[in-house]
Protein backbone atom coordinates (compact mmCIF):
# COMPACT_ATOMS: atom_id res chain seq x y z
CA UNK A 1 0.00 0.00 0.00
CA UNK A 2 3.23 2.52 0.87
CA UNK A 3 4.15 1.83 -2.18
CA UNK A 4 1.56 2.49 -4.24
CA UNK A 5 0.40 5.81 -2.33
CA UNK A 6 4.63 6.83 -3.07
CA UNK A 7 4.06 6.27 -6.49
CA UNK A 8 0.74 8.34 -6.89
CA UNK A 9 2.44 11.15 -5.00
CA UNK A 10 5.72 11.03 -7.26
CA UNK A 11 3.30 11.15 -10.55
CA UNK A 12 1.40 14.51 -8.48
CA UNK A 13 4.55 15.62 -8.00
CA UNK A 14 5.72 15.67 -11.86
CA UNK A 15 2.33 17.20 -13.01
CA UNK A 16 2.46 20.19 -10.35
CA UNK A 17 6.58 20.66 -11.18
CA UNK A 18 5.11 21.17 -14.94
CA UNK A 19 5.94 17.65 -16.08
CA UNK A 20 9.30 17.30 -14.83
CA UNK A 21 10.40 13.92 -14.27
CA UNK A 22 13.34 14.69 -11.37
CA UNK A 23 13.29 15.79 -7.96
CA UNK A 24 13.89 19.15 -7.10
CA UNK A 25 12.76 19.97 -10.63
CA UNK A 26 11.86 23.73 -9.12
CA UNK A 27 15.48 24.70 -9.14
CA UNK A 28 15.18 25.00 -12.79
CA UNK A 29 12.14 27.79 -12.47
CA UNK A 30 14.54 30.53 -11.20
CA UNK A 31 14.73 33.18 -8.86
CA UNK A 32 14.30 37.14 -8.86
CA UNK A 33 11.28 38.67 -10.31
CA UNK A 34 13.42 40.93 -12.92
CA UNK A 35 15.18 38.71 -14.28
CA UNK A 36 12.25 35.70 -14.94
CA UNK A 37 10.19 38.88 -16.55
CA UNK A 38 12.89 38.42 -19.49
CA UNK A 39 12.15 35.65 -19.99
CA UNK A 40 14.57 33.83 -17.15
CA UNK A 41 17.89 35.00 -19.27
CA UNK A 42 20.09 35.16 -16.98
CA UNK A 43 23.06 33.28 -17.82
CA UNK A 44 24.93 36.69 -18.96
CA UNK A 45 23.11 39.18 -17.52
CA UNK A 46 22.65 38.16 -13.40
CA UNK A 47 24.15 40.47 -11.25
CA UNK A 48 25.22 39.96 -7.26
CA UNK A 49 23.35 38.12 -5.39
CA UNK A 50 20.37 36.59 -7.58
CA UNK A 51 23.55 35.27 -9.56
CA UNK A 52 24.20 32.54 -7.23
CA UNK A 53 21.24 31.02 -9.04
CA UNK A 54 21.97 32.44 -12.26
CA UNK A 55 25.48 31.90 -12.51
CA UNK A 56 27.94 32.32 -9.55
CA UNK A 57 30.22 34.24 -11.47
CA UNK A 58 27.91 37.28 -11.82
CA UNK A 59 28.39 37.24 -7.90
CA UNK A 60 31.32 39.22 -8.26
CA UNK A 61 29.25 41.55 -10.19
CA UNK A 62 27.66 43.73 -7.00
CA UNK A 63 29.06 47.17 -8.49
CA UNK A 64 29.78 49.21 -5.38
CA UNK A 65 27.81 47.31 -2.95
CA UNK A 66 29.19 45.87 0.10
CA UNK A 67 26.29 43.72 0.81
CA UNK A 68 23.15 42.59 -0.98
CA UNK A 69 19.91 40.50 0.51
CA UNK A 70 17.11 39.64 -1.50
CA UNK A 71 13.63 37.58 -1.16
CA UNK A 72 10.95 35.93 -3.50
CA UNK A 73 7.54 35.06 -3.44
CA UNK A 74 5.55 32.98 -5.73
CA UNK A 75 1.69 33.25 -5.90
CA UNK A 76 0.79 30.01 -6.74
CA UNK A 77 -2.26 27.61 -6.97
CA UNK A 78 -3.19 24.27 -6.34
CA UNK A 79 -1.42 25.05 -2.91
CA UNK A 80 2.21 25.30 -4.44
CA UNK A 81 4.43 27.52 -2.52
CA UNK A 82 7.96 28.71 -3.50
CA UNK A 83 9.89 30.70 -1.44
CA UNK A 84 13.50 32.17 -1.63
CA UNK A 85 16.22 33.93 0.19
CA UNK A 86 19.91 34.81 -0.51
CA UNK A 87 22.54 37.31 0.49
CA UNK A 88 25.73 38.47 -0.80
CA UNK A 89 28.93 39.67 0.56
CA UNK A 90 32.07 41.62 -1.13
CA UNK A 91 35.62 41.41 0.18
CA UNK A 92 38.53 43.74 -0.63
CA UNK A 93 40.89 40.62 -1.03
CA UNK A 94 39.40 37.29 -1.83
CA UNK A 95 36.51 37.39 -3.44
CA UNK A 96 32.96 37.63 -3.28
CA UNK A 97 30.44 35.39 -1.33
CA UNK A 98 26.63 34.09 -1.15
CA UNK A 99 24.46 32.33 -0.02
CA UNK A 100 20.92 30.95 -1.07
CA UNK A 101 17.70 29.36 0.58
CA UNK A 102 15.05 28.04 -1.34
CA UNK A 103 11.87 25.75 -0.61
CA UNK A 104 9.01 24.66 -3.04
CA UNK A 105 6.28 22.59 -1.77
CA UNK A 106 2.77 20.75 -2.43
CA UNK A 107 0.21 20.77 0.10
CA UNK A 108 -3.03 18.84 0.64
CA UNK A 109 -2.34 16.28 -2.47
CA UNK A 110 -4.97 13.38 -1.89
CA UNK A 111 -4.02 10.23 -1.76
CA UNK A 112 -5.98 7.22 -3.59
CA UNK A 113 -5.70 3.43 -3.00
CA UNK A 114 -5.85 0.73 -5.80
CA UNK A 115 -10.10 1.12 -5.41
CA UNK A 116 -10.12 4.98 -6.15
CA UNK A 117 -10.77 5.72 -2.33
CA UNK A 118 -9.70 8.37 -0.30
CA UNK A 119 -6.90 7.67 1.84
CA UNK A 120 -6.31 11.51 3.45
CA UNK A 121 -3.84 14.17 2.26
CA UNK A 122 -0.45 14.33 2.09
CA UNK A 123 2.48 16.73 1.06
CA UNK A 124 5.77 17.05 -0.47
CA UNK A 125 8.89 19.50 1.05
CA UNK A 126 11.80 20.53 -0.85
CA UNK A 127 14.71 22.52 0.12
CA UNK A 128 17.72 23.66 -1.53
CA UNK A 129 20.71 25.61 0.32
CA UNK A 130 23.67 27.14 -1.79
CA UNK A 131 27.02 28.53 -0.78
CA UNK A 132 28.88 30.34 -3.79
CA UNK A 133 32.26 31.64 -3.98
CA UNK A 134 32.70 33.83 -6.98
CA UNK A 135 35.77 36.13 -8.29
CA UNK A 136 37.40 37.80 -11.00
CA UNK A 137 40.54 35.61 -12.91
CA UNK A 138 41.10 39.22 -15.09
CA UNK A 139 38.75 42.51 -15.21
CA UNK A 140 37.43 40.95 -18.19
CA UNK A 141 36.55 37.27 -17.34
CA UNK A 142 35.03 36.32 -13.86
CA UNK A 143 33.94 32.68 -12.16
CA UNK A 144 32.16 31.05 -9.78
CA UNK A 145 30.91 28.19 -7.71
CA UNK A 146 27.70 26.86 -5.78
CA UNK A 147 27.93 24.16 -3.89
CA UNK A 148 24.31 23.07 -2.66
CA UNK A 149 23.08 20.73 -0.34
CA UNK A 150 19.36 19.62 -0.84
CA UNK A 151 16.58 17.74 1.45
CA UNK A 152 13.38 16.05 0.53
CA UNK A 153 10.18 14.91 2.52
CA UNK A 154 7.98 13.18 0.60
CA UNK A 155 5.15 11.32 2.97
CA UNK A 156 7.81 10.79 6.20
CA UNK A 157 10.06 9.30 3.05
CA UNK A 158 13.25 11.39 3.60
CA UNK A 159 16.36 11.76 1.14
CA UNK A 160 19.42 14.12 1.39
CA UNK A 161 21.88 15.23 -1.78
CA UNK A 162 23.99 17.77 -3.56
CA UNK A 163 24.76 19.15 -6.21
CA UNK A 164 26.84 21.72 -7.72
CA UNK A 165 26.71 24.61 -10.17
CA UNK A 166 30.10 26.55 -12.04
CA UNK A 167 29.90 29.31 -14.06
CA UNK A 168 31.72 32.31 -15.94
CA UNK A 169 31.27 35.51 -17.39
CA UNK A 170 33.12 37.50 -20.15
CA UNK A 171 32.79 41.08 -20.86
CA UNK A 172 35.44 41.63 -24.48
CA UNK A 173 34.88 44.85 -24.40
CA UNK A 174 35.58 47.30 -20.94
CA UNK A 175 33.67 50.28 -22.31
CA UNK A 176 30.92 48.25 -23.44
CA UNK A 177 28.16 46.84 -21.85
CA UNK A 178 28.66 43.52 -23.32
CA UNK A 179 28.19 40.25 -21.56
CA UNK A 180 28.41 36.48 -22.66
CA UNK A 181 28.27 33.70 -19.87
CA UNK A 182 28.30 29.84 -19.53
CA UNK A 183 26.90 27.99 -16.86
CA UNK A 184 26.92 24.52 -15.37
CA UNK A 185 23.75 23.86 -13.29
CA UNK A 186 23.79 20.49 -11.05
CA UNK A 187 26.77 19.62 -13.51
CA UNK A 188 27.26 17.00 -10.59
CA UNK A 189 25.20 16.09 -7.74
CA UNK A 190 23.01 13.20 -6.56
CA UNK A 191 19.43 12.50 -4.16
CA UNK A 192 19.70 9.42 -1.72
CA UNK A 193 16.75 7.84 -0.67
CA UNK A 194 16.68 5.15 1.98
CA UNK A 195 17.39 2.38 -0.08
CA UNK A 196 17.91 3.83 -3.33
CA UNK A 197 19.66 7.23 -5.24
CA UNK A 198 19.24 9.43 -8.26
CA UNK A 199 21.21 12.08 -10.41
CA UNK A 200 20.29 15.17 -10.37
CA UNK A 201 19.17 16.91 -13.59
CA UNK A 202 21.41 19.12 -15.03
CA UNK A 203 21.16 21.98 -17.29
CA UNK A 204 23.65 24.01 -19.71
CA UNK A 205 23.28 27.19 -20.38
CA UNK A 206 24.67 30.18 -22.80
CA UNK A 207 23.93 33.51 -22.79
CA UNK A 208 24.34 36.80 -23.84
CA UNK A 209 23.65 40.28 -22.34
CA UNK A 210 23.65 43.66 -23.90
CA UNK A 211 23.11 47.26 -22.68
CA UNK A 212 22.44 49.96 -24.87
CA UNK A 213 22.15 53.76 -24.34
CA UNK A 214 23.75 53.40 -20.94
CA UNK A 215 21.98 50.24 -20.11
CA UNK A 216 18.85 52.51 -21.23
CA UNK A 217 17.94 49.40 -22.83
CA UNK A 218 18.78 45.81 -22.13
CA UNK A 219 19.06 42.97 -24.31
CA UNK A 220 19.20 39.58 -22.93
CA UNK A 221 19.31 36.15 -24.61
CA UNK A 222 20.07 32.27 -23.81
CA UNK A 223 20.20 28.96 -24.78
CA UNK A 224 19.49 25.91 -22.72
CA UNK A 225 20.06 22.70 -22.93
CA UNK A 226 18.80 20.19 -20.01
CA UNK A 227 19.98 16.66 -19.51
CA UNK A 228 17.60 13.59 -20.82
CA UNK A 229 15.77 16.78 -23.01
CA UNK A 230 16.88 16.32 -26.96
CA UNK A 231 14.73 20.20 -27.18
CA UNK A 232 16.90 23.15 -26.91
CA UNK A 233 14.99 25.79 -25.13
CA UNK A 234 15.71 29.30 -25.80
CA UNK A 235 15.10 32.20 -23.44
CA UNK A 236 15.51 35.93 -24.21
CA UNK A 237 13.71 39.27 -23.62
CA UNK A 238 14.47 43.07 -23.11
CA UNK A 239 14.29 45.82 -20.41
CA UNK A 240 13.54 49.25 -20.86
CA UNK A 241 15.30 51.84 -17.95
CA UNK A 242 13.01 55.07 -17.18
CA UNK A 243 13.06 57.79 -15.33
CA UNK A 244 16.39 56.46 -13.86
CA UNK A 245 14.54 53.79 -11.47
CA UNK A 246 11.38 52.68 -13.58
CA UNK A 247 11.84 49.34 -15.50
CA UNK A 248 9.40 47.39 -17.75
CA UNK A 249 10.22 44.13 -18.90
CA UNK A 250 8.93 41.63 -21.29
CA UNK A 251 10.21 38.32 -23.00
CA UNK A 252 9.49 34.38 -23.88
CA UNK A 253 11.00 31.10 -21.69
CA UNK A 254 10.26 28.61 -23.63
CA UNK A 255 7.64 29.73 -26.34
CA UNK A 256 5.48 31.20 -22.92
CA UNK A 257 5.36 34.97 -22.46
CA UNK A 258 6.60 36.69 -19.34
CA UNK A 259 6.49 40.33 -18.21
CA UNK A 260 7.03 42.56 -15.52
CA UNK A 261 7.99 45.36 -14.09
CA UNK A 262 10.53 47.33 -11.33
CA UNK A 263 11.92 50.14 -8.87
CA UNK A 264 15.01 50.46 -7.84
CA UNK A 265 15.84 53.50 -5.30
CA UNK A 266 19.00 53.79 -3.85
CA UNK A 267 19.73 50.80 -2.06
CA UNK A 268 16.35 49.27 -2.27
CA UNK A 269 14.82 47.06 -5.19
CA UNK A 270 11.19 45.83 -5.76
CA UNK A 271 10.55 43.73 -9.07
CA UNK A 272 7.28 41.75 -9.92
CA UNK A 273 6.81 39.28 -12.70
CA UNK A 274 3.81 37.84 -14.51
CA UNK A 275 4.50 34.15 -15.77
CA UNK A 276 2.02 32.78 -18.21
CA UNK A 277 1.24 29.57 -17.71
CA UNK A 278 1.34 26.79 -20.27
CA UNK A 279 0.50 23.57 -17.71
CA UNK A 280 -2.87 24.28 -16.76
CA UNK A 281 -2.15 25.16 -13.45
CA UNK A 282 -2.90 28.84 -13.38
CA UNK A 283 -0.45 32.01 -13.90
CA UNK A 284 2.64 32.87 -11.46
CA UNK A 285 2.87 36.08 -10.21
CA UNK A 286 6.00 36.77 -8.81
CA UNK A 287 7.09 39.29 -6.57
CA UNK A 288 10.69 39.79 -4.86
CA UNK A 289 12.71 42.60 -2.89
CA UNK A 290 16.58 43.32 -2.80
CA UNK A 291 18.24 45.55 -0.16
CA UNK A 292 21.94 46.70 -1.05
CA UNK A 293 24.58 48.64 0.98
Known sequence: MKKFLVLILLFLQAFYLGAATKSFSFLRDGVGADILAIGSAGTASATGVNATYWNPAGVSRMSTYMGQLSSMYVIQKFDRHYTYL????????IGN????FSNYGVENIEILDELGMPQGKESDEEYS????????????????ITLKGNYQDLVGYKALGYSVDIGVQFQPLLDQELYFGIMLQNIIGALYWDKSGEDMLSIYKAGVSLGLWEDTVKLVFDVVKEENYTAVIYRGGVEFKMFEYFFLRGGVNEKSPVAGLGIKYEGYKLDYAFIYDKYELGDDHVISLEFMW
Not at 86 to 93: K, M
Not at 97 to 100: A, S
Request: negative net charge.
Open 86 to 93: GAAFHTED
Open 97 to 100: FGIN
Open 129 to 144: LGLTYSNIMTYQLRYG
